[in-house]
């Protein structure tokens, strides 16, 4: 009886992992289309992909109660709170661009946001630099502002 059990169990935990994963190749397949737009979006900026990180998740929208928060997306140019429960979702992608910095080679990360419709926008996210994120823009206007801003070039 106890091996029966087990048996029921597995086959039942088998069936949901399944279905599970069925379930979110599904939703990439859905979003697969914008995820190719993300690409030449960013490219069109003259930006270079290195990979993408992970799948597309779901934005949380609990920090749509947090203003500081989507303050410092709005000082990077890109107002959030008009696509409040409009199923918000992001994507990151590591570049082969780098910036350098006081002899340091930082990694830029972009991220982009999306609906189910649209591109809304995206940042650029330094490693270890503030502010961490600043406006997705064409890649000259980019280096442009940035080394400006440092003095250096």
Not at 26 to 37: C, D, G, H
Not at 135 to 145: A, I, N, P
Request: net charge negative; charged share 30%.
């Amino acid at each position: 009886m106890k091996e029966k059990m087990r048996s029921v169990l597995l086959l039942s935990l088998l069936l949901l992992v399944s279905t599970g994963i069925s379930a979110c190749n599904k939703e990439e397949e859905k979003t697969y289309p914008l995820i190719q737009e993300h690409v030449k979006y960013i490219e069109s900026l003259g930006w270079t992909i290195e990979k993408a990180r992970g799948d597309a998740t779901p934005f949380d929208e609990t920090r749509f109660n947090f203003p500081e928060f989507l303050q410092v997306y709005k000082n990077a140019g890109l107002d959030l709170l008009p696509y409040k429960g409009q199923n918000l979702k992001t994507k990151s992608y590591d570049l082969k661009d780098k910036l350098y910095d006081n002899g340091k080679n930082l990694e830029l990360i972009v991220e982009i946001f999306f609906t189910d419709k649209q591109i809304v926008g995206g940042v650029i996210s330094i490693e270890d630099y503030i502010p961490g994120i600043v406006k997705l823009e064409e890649k000259e206007q980019f280096y442009s502002h940035f080394y400006s801003r440092q003095g250096n070039k």
